[in-house]
């Protein structure tokens, strides 16, 4: 009676067993990117602002996929600027991706597979020194999919927190303006088992280098690079939850881009 009471212990915590276990591989990305932008910008004298701004990104390598159109992002934002050291940051931008290596003809025709929306809101403090001015966005970042996912393994709304940390530097009597910027992309809602160690975990972390050209009143040439450094966590539940395939997903990116301003 005993021996069948603990063979009776051990096949019910057979499956709590089989929850732990994991089976674990990385992925490495690696790719060079060309990019293409244009901003429109109207302000008013009562710190007021109106962008709207396409971003075009093409990877002319990548080591998973090949050569192939990688993102747009069409993005419409409203700021305020109330004082003369903080400003407000509300907006919406449109994302289409382009093919990754699931790519297939059904996830072609699906438009909830490559269509995803994202909702911002952001804060920007900044001091202005004889030959700098250097700044601190903290910005709150939704990004939201439509398409049918577990919900275990992916959020249908991602919440993440973007820190940014840059100065632009004045050239007297010069038409251009030198910057230097890094980023820091924080997770805020991971799925339990797409959690690093437990916790909420850092997936992006972003620097770029360029040089604004003003070469009219009203318009400007923004030339840059910028390296991302990606990580990501890709969580598979099998059947009966018996089963968890974790999938490390690093991304080394180089991007050389060059942006057109209109600001009037």
Request: glycine share 6%; charged share 25%.
């Given at each position: 009676m ?6 009776g212990?051990?096949?019910c915590a ?7 276990y994991?089976?674990e ?5 690696t790719a060079?990117q ?5 901003e ?7 710190g007021?602002?109106?962008?709207i ?8 390598y990548?080591s998973?996929?090949?050569p192939s ?8 934002d409203?700021g ?24 297939s003809?059904?996830?072609k025709?699906?438009a909830?597979?490559?269509?995803r ?6 804060v920007t ?16 970042q939704?990004?939201a ?7 275990l393994?992916k ?8 820190s940014k940390l840059?100065?632009?530097f ?14 820091l992309i924080?997770t ?7 959690q ?5 975990f850092?997936?992006s972390?972003?620097?770029q280098?360029g040089v ?6 009203l318009s400007?040439?923004?030339?840059y ?9 890709d969580i598979?539940?099998t059947?009966k939850k018996?089963?968890?395939?974790l ?7 180089h991007s050389?881009?060059i942006?057109?301003?209109?600001d009037?």
């Amino acid at each position: 009676m005993r021996r069948s009471f603990i063979i009776g212990l051990l096949f019910c915590a057979f499956p709590l067993f089989a929850w732990d276990y994991k089976s674990e591989e990385t992925v490495t990305e690696t790719a060079a990117q060309l990019r293409f932008g244009a901003e429109f910008t109207k302000k008013w004298n009562n710190g007021l602002r109106l962008g709207i701004g396409e971003d075009l990104r093409f990877d002319v390598y990548n080591s998973q996929v090949g050569p192939s159109f990688r993102k747009s992002y069409t993005t419409i934002d409203l700021g305020y600027k109330p004082v003369e050291y903080v400003k407000f940051d509300l907006g919406y931008t449109l994302k289409i991706l382009g093919p990754d290596s699931t790519w297939s003809a059904t996830k072609k025709a699906d438009a909830n597979e490559w269509i995803r929306h994202r909702a911002f809101f952001s804060v920007t403090a900044s001091y202005t020194f004889d030959y700098a001015k250097i700044y601190l966005r903290e910005r709150v970042q939704m990004d939201a999919r439509t398409d049918s996912v577990n919900v275990l393994e992916k959020n249908k709304i991602d919440w993440s927190l973007r820190s940014k940390l840059g100065a632009d530097f004045l050239v007297p009597g010069k038409p251009v303006k030198p910057y230097l910027w890094v980023e820091l992309i924080n997770t805020l809602n991971a799925p339990e088992y797409q959690q690093k160690n437990g916790h909420q975990f850092i997936s992006s972390v972003r620097t770029q280098a360029g040089v604004k050209w003003r070469v009219s009143r009203l318009s400007s040439l923004d030339f840059y690079y910028r390296f991302t450094y990606g990580y990501d966590r890709d969580i598979n539940i099998t059947k009966k939850k018996g089963y968890i395939e974790l999938t490390e997903e690093k991304l080394f990116m180089h991007s050389v881009g060059i942006t057109y301003n209109l600001d009037w």
